[in-house]
T-cell receptor, first 115, second 121 residues
């Protein structure tokens, strides 16, 4: 079975500092996609970043970057220069390129950015 | 960007009544839509996968007669909670996967609605 694990239920970081959220997954598939979604207090799910498993280069989106280690099945999210608006629940998600296109979500990490 | 509209955002109903929640893809066609349920401080739990023109596929443990899903067009899926009871109170979220060839978004991304808070009295 495919699983996604986020081992940090809660984290906090000082404004302007850097924080890393961890995510590991388990699959026997070779082709898949990984995502980080942000859910702020409004509860709207917002895509933060996306990584294709066949690409070795780590994805980056402005202050957000990932460390994708395929062999270790690890997909961590680094947030640089943290801002108060980054306070949210962050979910790691996984999808295979075949089959039902269902997301498998991790349990989430609640991130609080402190002023 | 791709926008998914979910309506209503909040509904309060009496026990025993039915509630319909709509999920619309506003600027793209979606052959597949997904319905999730989210309890407070928890992750999203997939309830069912809805494909246009066919019956929905429900996840294990989800009562298909309780949660009726209809995906009648490429831009609209509805979730009806029938004979709602207080235990059905929750946050329901839909998402849509753009149809292939539409050129919308990147591959395999789901676009989410803003969610519906259901409170059953």
């Amino acid at each position: 079975a495919q699983t996604v694990t986020q081992s940090q239920p809660e984290m906090s970081v000082q404004e302007a500092e850097t924080v890393t959220l961890s995510c590991t997954y388990d699959t026997s598939e070779n082709n898949y996609y990984l995502f980080w979604y942000k859910q702020p207090p409004s509860r709207q799910m917002i895509l933060v970043i996306r990584q294709e498993a066949y690409k070795q280069q780590n994805a980056t989106e402005n202050r957000f970057s990932v460390n994708f280690q395929k062999a270790a099945k690890s997909f961590s999210l680094k947030i640089s220069d943290s801002q108060l608006g980054d306070t949210a629940m962050y979910f790691c998600a996984f999808i295979t390129t075949s089959g039902t296109y269902k997301y498998i979500f991790g349990t989430g990490t609640r991130l609080k950015v402190l002023a | 960007g791709a926008v998914v509209s979910q309506h209503p955002s909040w509904v309060i109903c009496k026990s025993g009544t039915s509630v319909k929640i709509e999920c619309r893809s506003l600027d793209f066609q979606a052959t597949t839509m997904f319905w999730y349920r989210q309890f407070p401080k928890q992750s999203l739990m997939l309830m069912a996968t809805s494909n246009e023109g066919s019956k929905a596929t429900y996840e294990q443990g989800v009562e298909k007669d309780k949660f009726l899903i209809n995906h009648a067009s490429l831009t609209l899926s509805t979730l009806t909670v029938t004979s709602a009871h207080p235990e059905d109170s929750s946050f329901y979220i839909c998402s849509a996967r753009p149809a292939l060839g539409t050129g919308v978004g990147a591959k395999n991304i789901q676009y989410f609605g803003a969610g519906t808070r259901l409170s059953v009295l």
